[in-house]
């Protein structure tokens, strides 16, 4: 284990300010406040009022970047996670770049569905450490899932919210470690179809079988039975392997950030690390799952509540579509 590791210069989030409450969705689908909160612990998640995804990206990178104490001009590459773009091009990232009035960087997106800010995290690490000129790195995840969702679908459409996140990395002598993966044979578990090819030479009027599921428009379609029990096996998988690689053990831990998609997944990873729930930052209850933004936005609610401090040995850990997990452990 070297120490080849980064330094978290700032962090910063924003969401619209729209809310829907469970009440709100109890008036468009079956459903009820009791039966959301136990099943996920969600209570409310804020929505979109028009305010795109890379705007979301950028207010919550504009407060990351002064977190940070240091010139938008400072930030050398932006990385952006996103599975819900506002532009196949140019990049949510691009876009960030402009909406903060800066020119000239390096800026791409990428896409891990929610375990994409991990898998971000740790590709900013790397070009930190294999490219000297690089040494600010803005990582955002922003997502509007409101996008996907099919809110006549009462099994999925109560669980999205949208947010942002970012985080401003720099290099640091402090302990760290990834471990990153997927399960591709599960593929079609969690599904949003892109652009079908209908160009104007097309003979074939056959569909190719990708093996997907059929699904409504670019509708989010998940089978939530089987992501459950994909979540709840590598959840604590991947903090243990992470830690493993820092050469921890998950109790040394201060606190884990898990992804926020149901809080039971959450209780059922603690029991199987054998770790208390207090080592876990949970604030589904105010955002609901906001994909690879989910992270970040309860980092920073953890920063702002003192409940993760400066020296804090940390674990982000994500998984979902792909099917991706992921979990990066550094020092805050
Ligand atoms: O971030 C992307 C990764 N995705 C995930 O991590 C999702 C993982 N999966 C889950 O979190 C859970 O599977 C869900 C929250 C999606 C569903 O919870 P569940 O406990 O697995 O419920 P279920 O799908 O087994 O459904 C149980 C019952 C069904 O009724 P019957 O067939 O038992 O009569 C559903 O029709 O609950 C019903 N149901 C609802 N009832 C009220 C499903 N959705 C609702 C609803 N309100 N919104």
């Known amino acids: 284990m070297n120490n080849n590791g980064i330094k978290v210069l700032g962090v910063g989030h924003f969401v619209p300010e729209l809310i829907a409450t469970n009440d709100d969705f109890a008036k468009i689908v079956e459903t009820n406040d009791e039966w959301i909160t136990q099943r996920t612990g969600i209570k409310t998640r804020h929505i979109t009022n028009g305010e795109p995804t890379y705007y979301l990206g950028a207010m919550a990178a504009e407060k990351a970047i002064e977190n940070a104490g240091i010139g938008k001009d400072e930030i050398d590459l932006i990385i952006a996670a996103t599975v819900t773009p506002d532009f196949f091009t140019p990049?949510?990232?691009?876009?960030?770049?402009?909406?903060?009035?800066?020119?000239?960087?390096?800026?791409?997106?990428?896409?891990?569905?929610?375990?994409?800010?991990?898998?971000?995290?740790?590709?900013?690490?790397?070009?930190?450490?294999?490219?000297?000129?690089?040494?600010?790195?803005?990582?955002?995840?922003?997502?509007?899932?409101?996008?996907?969702?099919?809110?006549?679908?009462?099994?999925?459409?109560?669980?999205?919210?949208?947010?942002?996140?970012?985080?401003?990395?720099?290099?640091?002598?402090?302990?760290?470690?990834?471990?990153?993966?997927?399960?591709?044979?599960?593929?079609?578990?969690?599904?949003?179809?892109?652009?079908?090819?209908?160009?104007?030479?097309?003979?074939?009027?056959e569909d190719y079988n990708m093996n997907m599921p059929e699904t409504k428009k670019h509708y989010f379609v998940q089978d939530g039975r089987e992501v459950y029990k994909f979540a709840t096996k590598t959840l604590p998988f991947a903090v243990k392997n992470a830690c493993d690689k820092a050469g921890i053990s998950p109790e040394d831990l201060n606190a884990i950030v898990p992804h926020q998609a149901n809080v039971r997944i959450i209780e059922t990873a603690a029991k199987n690390l054998g770790l208390s729930m207090d080592k876990f930052v949970v604030y589904i209850d105010r955002y609901g799952n906001t994909s690879s933004a989910s992270i970040p936005v309860a980092f920073v609610d953890a920063v702002n509540d003192g409940r993760i401090k400066r020296g804090d040995k940390v674990c982000i850990v994500g998984f979902g579509g792909g099917l991706t997990y992921g979990a990066v452990v550094f020092e805050y």
């Open 91 to 205: 990049s949510t990232a691009c876009l960030i770049e402009r909406e903060l009035g800066i020119n000239g960087k390096p800026a791409f997106d990428i896409n891990a569905a929610c375990t994409g800010f991990a898998y971000a995290v740790d590709m900013a690490k790397n070009y930190l450490y294999g490219n000297p000129e690089i040494n600010n790195v803005l990582v955002v995840a922003t997502e509007e899932l409101s996008k996907f969702v099919d809110y006549t679908d009462r099994a999925s459409c109560i669980l999205f919210g949208d947010g942002a996140g970012a985080f401003v990395i720099t290099r640091a002598e402090t302990p760290y470690a990834s471990f990153l993966g997927s399960d591709a044979e599960s593929a079609d578990k969690v599904v949003s179809r892109a652009l079908k090819s209908e160009n104007v030479f097309r003979k074939n009027t």
